[in-house]
Nanobody, 119 residues
């Protein structure tokens, strides 16, 4: 059974930093091609923040480029999202996700962690 558990969310003032973690289990049972971070703000659709392909390629939403960094520790089965220079518009629930190689969409999701940035 695949399980993704996020942690590291919280409240921070604008300009501050947070580092999200996503601990994965059961992923060894599948061929995972991509891991990613999504977020959903109140009243808005869920959007892709950043993703990391198994070949090392990373992608970032324009709104977070230069501020957020995605990384992965394969030995710990953990995905990270370092968020710097946080803005109030970064406030959202952040979700970790995994995509199997036989799928074009992300298949597995964590429960989400709240990030609140105040001015």
């Amino acid at each position: 059974q695949v399980r993704l558990v996020e942690s590291g969310g919280g409240s921070v003032q604008a300009g501050g930093s947070l580092k999200l973690s996503c601990a994965g289990s059961g992923l060894y049972s599948f061929r995972v091609c991509e891991m990613g971070w999504y977020r959903q703000a109140p009243g808005k659709e869920r959007e892709l923040v950043s993703s990391k392909h198994r070949d090392g390629t990373t992608n970032y939403a324009d709104s977070v480029k230069g501020r957020f960094t995605i990384s992965q520790d394969n030995a710990k089965n953990t995905l990270y999202l370092q968020m710097n220079s946080l803005k109030t518009e970064d406030t959202a629930v952040y979700y970790c996700a995994a995509r199997r190689c036989d799928s074009s969409a992300f298949n597995y999701w964590g429960q989400g962690t709240q990030v609140t940035v105040s001015s």
